[in-house]
């Protein structure tokens, strides 16, 4: 039997063997707003994509090569683990080859449950449950009873068994040891509520004593109380009996019939408790988050501390320190303390949980906390917080996707981000990243450059190759790849100052300090050093007492459905259904999509959705209204010669002129669009849904939006974020804009053009963590260059090339 030889393998156009698929080929690729893409990435590099915000970057990456890739691995499982995973529909592309195993780490923030925290979502804390269950002493029991997640229960009774056939009953007694703080269950803190936020105690039910939202009149919610038969809903709350106050406010959960339907009946605090109050603040509707911040008050858990543990868990320790102790300690100190323990019998564990922390500090995180709520983190540490569990991997061979992963970087970390890359690169793997710094960009092995514009002005390939050839390439991020802001020569004088005295929130430490009022202000620092501390936990508390209102536009991402889009969102839609009502003298409610005007057919959804199970689920365009999403009647009423629909269509630019003037006029629904086409949002579609929209876009929607409050004081959380260099320009002109208005700008950010083009820099550090929370420089940028007393004043000198 003779051995095949290498030369005997089938032959290709490119050459035999394994060795051809060296490229991920992309052919006709349609996803949102891409024309028909086609381009070839090479495998076991590192490629970046660039292109103004809403180019079609993350269309390219993500929906198409990452989605394609997931969806594959995905259909090697059976159909009955494929019916627990989420359901991928195959991208709008042609071709797709040479794909590998995609891994993606996005921007997306982790989750905002109360009880996730740094420790709970990288296996830390799990590692030093078991740690504390071999070694601490006094021993208390399994890893369980180390975890704020797992209560203590127990429990007895008889149980009825077949032996020998026959029927025996014999007593059984369970018990869990948990960690868990009986007290705040887990949260570390609690909560008191103000009973007169929640009822009018002069009135009745009848006459609609309850205020809580959504307890409306007439709502199940209402009737649930009016209807019990508990209370009296004619008798003014205050003149209830003691048993009636105590079966409205604290009643036991109770399933009864009320109004003819079988319903849950319990108290309305720990119903309150149930619906509100156990989920993240942030992710509550902005109007039941104002009845939270208005109507409960949460303190430190008086019995565990705010550790979140039961008092058995904190009584057991390692070297005099418990489990609570250890995860309140900065990351970098815990790694030290970790490494000075020596256990023979617990080494494999020691030296995971070492190499674990040691990633955290290499990545720059070894400021944070593994009790650090995992709510709280930035886009950008929540991004390299994913990023960890990588590091250490052995697989090769794989396409790590990262969505701009400088975000909430300062230029000196930067740095240490690319070498992570490069090294995931060097293992021998394709690493894929989108990406506007320059920085980030320079290394580069090849440049894919999408454009020209955004939106529908996009989503084709501009450029493909080096860096050198897009520098050359006349492209407009080629153009701006160099672009370097000068320093102010000039700088506007203030009109007065905020000052912000003893603050102490996080790692400040007792920081005094001067805001000056009437021109923009740069705070900026190293990652972790207490920007965001200074400016949303002290300023908008010191501010309440001046005339000057403060708002505060934070990197919370702006939520939507395939429903909400840019006139929803921001508000738009109300004088537009309005005009459009006077117009035609009908109501406002047949101009939303959402309520009367909705097509019956879709739901005002515009598709029909067909779900397939666990296959991908199957989308096809309403025929009643042809994706117009409006009941055909609505579509009969006009406002300027256009129905809603066509409105609904227009771009922020045409939408600006057409409300403008003429019989359209509309001064509300002009405003908004102004402050849209301000952001640099004027390619957008009025209708489109907010769920294709890319980070940056999403980013300067919410800017638009909170524009309109009024304020003496704007707080703007890195701006930049999902910016293009060219988009850069127009963020600045709009903050010179807002400041020659007559307000203060206070900007948080790292991006030297920003930095360049302040009146005022406050900068923190001169570390992170405990390393940082001190003003290492106060002064105008010109300053800071001169004096390059810091990391920040040296990484600007070098931008500016002083």
Same mark, same amino acid.
């Given at each position: ?74 259909? /090697? ?102 960690? $868990? ?37 007439? @709502? ?159 886009? @950008? ?14 697989? /090769? ?8 992963? /400088? ?9 240490? $981000? ?40 996009? @989503? ?8 050198? @050839? ?34 102490? /929130? ?297």
């Amino acid at each position: 039997m003779s051995k095949a030889k290498r030369g005997d393998q089938p032959s290709s156009p490119g050459g035999g063997g394994a060795d051809t698929h060296d490229v991920i080929r992309v052919h006709g690729a349609r996803e949102n707003n891409l024309k028909d893409v086609a381009v070839e990435i090479p495998k076991r590099r590192l490629t970046v994509f660039t292109g103004v915000s809403g180019s079609g970057k993350s269309s390219l990456v993500f929906d198409t090569i990452a989605a394609e890739s997931q969806r594959l691995i995905n259909e /090697t499982y059976s159909a009955f683990v494929q019916g627990f995973m989420p359901t991928l529909a195959r991208p709008d592309v042609d071709v797709l080859e040479g794909l590998t195993t995609a891994i993606l780490v996005d921007q997306q923030r982790m989750g905002g449950d109360p009880r996730s925290t740094v420790g709970t979502a990288t296996d830390a804390n799990a590692m030093l449950r078991i740690l504390f269950s071999r070694l601490g002493q006094p021993h208390i029991g399994s890893p369980k009873a180390y975890s704020f997640n797992v209560p203590s229960i127990s429990g007895a009774g008889a149980v009825t068994l077949e032996r020998g056939g026959k029927q025996v009953k014999e007593r059984r007694s369970f018990s869990i040891t948990g960690g $868990m703080c009986p007290r705040c269950e887990g949260r570390g803190s609690v909560s008191d509520i103000d009973l007169t936020q929640l009822f009018d105690d002069s009135k009745s039910l009848a006459e609609g004593a309850l205020t809580v939202p959504g307890y409306t009149p007439g @709502g199940w919610n209402y009737r649930l109380y009016a209807a019990s038969g508990f209370v009296d809903e004619d008798k003014p709350i205050r003149k209830y009996t003691k048993k009636e106050r105590n079966d409205f406010l604290y009643h036991e959960p109770v399933r009864m019939k009320i109004a003819g339907i079988n319903m849950t009946y319990e108290g309305l605090v720990p119903r309150i408790q149930k619906s509100m109050l156990s989920k993240d603040q942030d992710s509550l509707q902005p109007h039941i988050r104002a009845f939270v911040d208005r109507a409960v008050t949460f303190a430190v858990c008086p019995e565990c501390g705010g550790s979140r543990l039961s008092e058995a868990a904190r009584s057991s320790k390692i070297d005099g320190r418990s489990i609570g102790d250890v995860c309140a300690m900065q990351i970098s100190d815990l790694a030290a303390w970790v490494r000075g323990l020596d256990e023979p019998s617990v080494a494999p564990l020691l030296e995971s949980l070492r190499a674990l922390l040691d990633s955290f500090v290499e990545i720059g995180l070894g400021y944070l906390s593994l009790d650090r709520p995992s709510g709280t983190l930035s886009g @950008g540490e929540a991004q390299r917080v994913k990023m960890i569990r990588h590091l250490g991997s052995s697989l /090769t061979d794989v396409t790590y996707v990262f969505d701009e992963p /400088t975000i909430g970087l300062h230029p000196h970390d930067i740095q240490r $981000m690319n070498e992570l890359l490069l090294r995931l690169r060097d293992k021998g793997n394709t690493v894929l990243v989108v990406e506007h710094k320059p920085e980030a960009i320079a290394i580069a092995d090849h440049v894919v450059d999408l454009g020209p514009g955004a939106g529908s002005a996009g @989503g084709t390939v501009c450029f493909e190759g080096t860096v050198d @050839g897009l520098r050359r390439s006349g492209t407009v991020t080629g153009r701006h790849l160099d672009d370097r802001a000068a320093v102010k020569e000039k700088v506007r004088e203030p009109s007065g100052t905020l000052p912000i005295r003893g603050a102490s /929130t996080n790692n400040l430490r007792d920081v005094d300090v001067d805001i000056p009022l009437g021109v923009l202000v740069v705070v900026t620092g190293v990652a972790g050093s207490g920007k965001s501390s200074l400016l949303h936990g002290s300023l908008p508390k010191q501010s309440e007492a001046t005339a000057a209102g403060v708002v505060s536009v934070d990197q919370t991402p702006i939520r939507g459905s395939r429903r909400s889009n840019p006139a929803t969102y921001s508000g738009l839609l109300e004088p537009i259904r309005k005009a459009f009502a006077k117009a035609n003298g009908v109501k406002p409610a047949l101009f939303s999509s959402n309520s009367e005007g909705a097509c019956p057919n879709c739901n005002g959804a515009g598709v029909i959705y067909t779900d397939l199970g666990m296959m991908a689920t199957v989308s096809s365009v309403c025929e009643e209204c042809d994706g117009k999403r409006f009941d055909s009647s609505v579509l009969d009423y006009h406002l300027g010669g256009r129905d809603i629909s066509e409105v609904l269509a227009m771009s922020v630019t045409e939408a600006e002129q057409f409300f403008a003037s003429g019989e359209a006029k509309t001064p509300a629904a002009h405003a908004i669009l102004a402050r849209l086409a301000d952001v640099g949002l004027g390619y957008l579609t009025l209708g489109q849904p907010l769920t294709t929209l890319s980070g940056g876009e999403r980013q300067r929607l919410k800017l638009a939006t909170q524009m309109a409050e009024k304020g003496g004081v704007y707080i703007l959380d890195e701006p930049t974020t999902g910016l293009h260099l060219a988009d850069v320009e127009q963020l600045l002109g709009l903050l010179d804009r807002i400041v020659d208005s007559g307000k203060s700008v206070v900007v948080i950010e790292h991006h030297q053009a920003v930095m360049a083009h302040a009146d005022w820099i406050v900068d923190l550090g001169p570390g992170a963590g405990h390393d940082g929370g001190r003003v290492v420089f106060e002064g105008t940028p010109a300053d800071l260059v001169a004096a390059r007393s810091t990391l920040t004043g040296e990484h600007l000198a070098s931008y500016v090339g002083a």
